[in-house]
């Protein structure tokens, strides 16, 4: 078994990546996605995917996956109906909430505030209480507890949680009313919040498992279904599916904590592009995924992503480790339009998405969209996917035609200033993570990928000052690479709540060593061999008095030898490049967090055959662009034909399977000893 299988399903196509761990050779395919039912889809790839590399199914050894299936059930409301047993006198913890509103001015006069996903009708109190040290101020009362929950089952709930004040500390009770809850409710999932967040502020603690009891239902069922159909397509491989955090965790962790992979999609790109920026010898990189609807952007540095500790979908907002991915409505399928009010060219965040899709598909889409303007201007040739798929340039054009009549401006100008506006958009989203993060972009490298990135990158560079602009090789099926070439991840929390100056450095590496021991264990339950699992430390900072902490990544020889001296002084770096200020006032440390990490795969990325420098046995046709104002001669190369050092002078158009790289006019692409496409200023 020397294989690993990627998947990634989006809403339009399912991306494969099938990988040699020995070769270090690569199968790459896609498949329409199916919403309905995503496994078909994805079977449907697997069988395609194992028959053009001659492998057997059974011969994968792991099959990674990233998977939206918790996202959308958010996003639609389409989670089970969750039942809430708290404290007594906590009934409305859900309807209180935050007082946070978000908006401008004045939003509260129009902010429709959310239905909590645990319905009052649905929330019940028991009696029993804990202290904050962990000391039993009242006995549990079981027998209230039994009725309660018979009352819950009879009303039609399909999941519980138990979230009770004060079980960050000590979980006995919340423990003794799951024992009590498989008695009575059977199969029901159960979740209970000091296994899902054991960390204080009893709102987030509660919100963050209720969301997690939301999803078990669907997200089990959809896993389960899928494990299924995978044995009986003959791969018997191990199951594994992508955190939030970028990590790994099987799919028996996924059905019990879905909490953690409600960023599953996002992630998949940014772990992709690090395995990229690795191989390609680059340490600091800013991400650009451009789909279909959307563009999703981040941050490494150090060849570590930044991450964050909220995961948000929609209106919700858990406390759940997540890469920091930023989102915009900016996508190849991006609506543009011309309001009558203000007579100004507008692009997004509304899209065609895959059905109708942009006019240039020919599926009966009539809106003209950022897709469209790059069929106009020459940047999207009218042959894709390898010349099985051809684009409607004249429909098109005409869509466009009703933006530049909108306008009084000639057709070309219309459509480079809607590919303008979206490449403004995709460059706020990364002023987002870098400048207002304490970030000099020009620091960095710019890699775009997904269906649309490359087709953006250049452009958006030259905006960010972020040089070179990668083009990774299968930029389109990034993701699945990403899930692919990551390794296995867990981590738990603890509240520790006490000024610096208070605390003993022998006691916080005593609690951080049996924190470790804890994940550590996961990880070796979960089939990985104790050799390879190391760990690492977060500790969460603050000014005393203020509402919000700072992680910092920290090892425990550091904390020895430094002292909590040490993580102090990286707390005020940090908080000074965040904020641009310190303060005088004492530190506390807030949680702790113990994360344990498998070995990563050592995954080659094979390289090119060296070539002489000159492209042109790539070259398919010369091309007529559009390009600052006017027509320009351009080349069409094919990516599968380019060697190592080849050097493509802009304009030019660089196409294959799963997407297409434009070059932009002044600027020139080198094909590195791995296959990225490496823009610069020529």
Request: charged share 20%.
């Amino acid at each position: 078994m020397r294989y690993r299988l990627g998947v990634d399903v989006g809403g339009t196509f399912t991306d494969l990546l099938l990988f040699d761990n020995e070769t270090g050779d690569f199968w790459r395919h896609k498949t329409p996605s199916t919403p309905d039912d995503s496994s078909e889809g994805i079977l449907a790839g697997v069988t395609a995917i194992t028959a053009e590399a001659g492998v057997d199914p059974a011969a994968i050894e792991f099959f990674l996956h990233g998977t939206t299936v918790a996202t959308n059930a958010i996003l639609e409301g389409k989670g089970a109906r969750v039942g809430l047993i708290t404290t007594e006198g906590y009934r409305d913890i859900m309807q209180i909430a935050r007082s946070f509103v978000p908006g401008g001015l004045a939003a509260w006069i129009v902010w429709p505030k959310p239905q909590p996903l645990a319905a009052l009708e649905d929330t019940v109190t028991v009696k029993g209480r804990m202290d904050a040290d962990g000391n039993e101020v009242r006995p549990l009362d079981e027998d209230e507890v039994r009725a309660k929950l018979a009352a819950l089952r009879d009303s039609g709930v399909e999941a519980i949680t138990v979230s009770l004040i004060n079980a960050y500390v000590d979980g006995r009770h919340e423990r003794r009313i799951g024992e009590i809850a498989r008695d009575i409710l059977q199969e029901m999932p159960v979740s209970l919040s000091h296994e899902v967040l054991p960390e204080m502020q009893e709102y987030e603690r509660t919100l963050s498992t209720v969301a997690n009891a939301s999803v078990r239902p669907v997200v089990g069922k959809y896993v389960s279904n899928l494990r299924t159909k995978l044995q009986d397509a003959g791969v018997t491989g191990k199951l594994s599916l992508l955190r939030s955090d970028g990590g790994l965790m099987s799919s028996q962790k996924a059905e019990e904590h879905p909490v953690n992979i409600l960023m599953s999609g996002p992630a998949g790109g940014v772990t992709g592009a690090l395995w990229v920026a690795k191989n390609a010898g680059f340490k600091n990189i800013l991400t650009l995924d451009v789909g279909g609807t959307s563009t999703d952007v981040a941050l490494i540095e150090n060849l570590e992503p930044r991450r964050v500790r909220t995961t948000e979908v929609g209106h919700l907002s858990v406390r759940a480790s997540s890469l920091d991915v930023k989102t915009v409505g900016a996508g190849g399928g991006s609506i543009a339009y011309v309001p009558e009010l203000t007579g100004a060219l507008r692009v997004g965040p509304q899209s065609a998405g895959a059905v109708p899709g942009p006019v240039a598909y020919g599926k009966g889409g009539h809106q003209p969209t950022v897709t469209d303007a790059n069929v106009v201007l020459g940047y999207l040739p009218e042959d894709l996917l390898g010349g099985s798929f051809k684009l409607d340039r004249e429909g098109a054009k005409k869509s466009i035609q009703g933006i530049a009549d909108a306008l009084g401006i000639p057709l070309m100008d219309a459509a480079r200033g809607i590919i303008d506006i979206v490449n403004e958009n995709m460059f706020g989203a990364l002023r987002m993570i870098s400048v207002q993060q304490g970030y000099d972009p020009r620091h960095f490298a710019l890699m775009g990928f997904g269906g649309a990135g490359p087709l953006h990158v250049n452009a958006v560079a030259r905006l960010m000052g972020s040089w070179p602009a990668i083009s990774p090789v299968s930029p389109g099926v990034l993701c699945a690479l990403g899930d692919a070439t990551t390794r296995m991840r867990t981590e738990t929390a603890r509240s520790f709540s006490r000024l610096a100056h208070e605390t003993d450095v022998e006691e916080l590496v005593a609690i951080l060593d049996e924190m470790a021991t804890q994940t550590r264990a996961e990880l070796v339950a979960d089939g990985i061999p104790g050799g390879e699992v190391s760990s690492e430390f977060e500790i969460d900072v603050r000014y005393a008095g203020q509402a919000f902490e700072v992680p910092l990544t920290i090892d425990q020889a550091t904390l020895r030898e430094g002292g909590i001296e040490k993580i102090l002084e990286r707390f005020d770096d940090e908080h000074r490049r965040l904020f641009t200020f310190n303060m005088q006032t004492p530190h506390e440390i807030v949680n702790l967090r113990a994360v344990a990490l498998g070995q990563p795969p050592h995954l080659p990325a094979a390289e090119l055959e060296k070539g002489s420098g000159d492209p042109s046995a790539a070259k398919i046709r010369d091309h007529t662009v559009w390009m600052n104002g006017r027509e320009q001669a351009a080349v069409i190369y094919d990516r599968s034909r380019l060697k190592q050092g080849d050097t493509i002078p802009g304009p030019a158009i660089v196409t294959e399977m799963d997407s297409t790289t434009l070059i932009e006019n002044g600027c020139v692409g080198t094909v590195d000893p791995v296959g990225n496409i490496l823009i610069t200023l020529a």
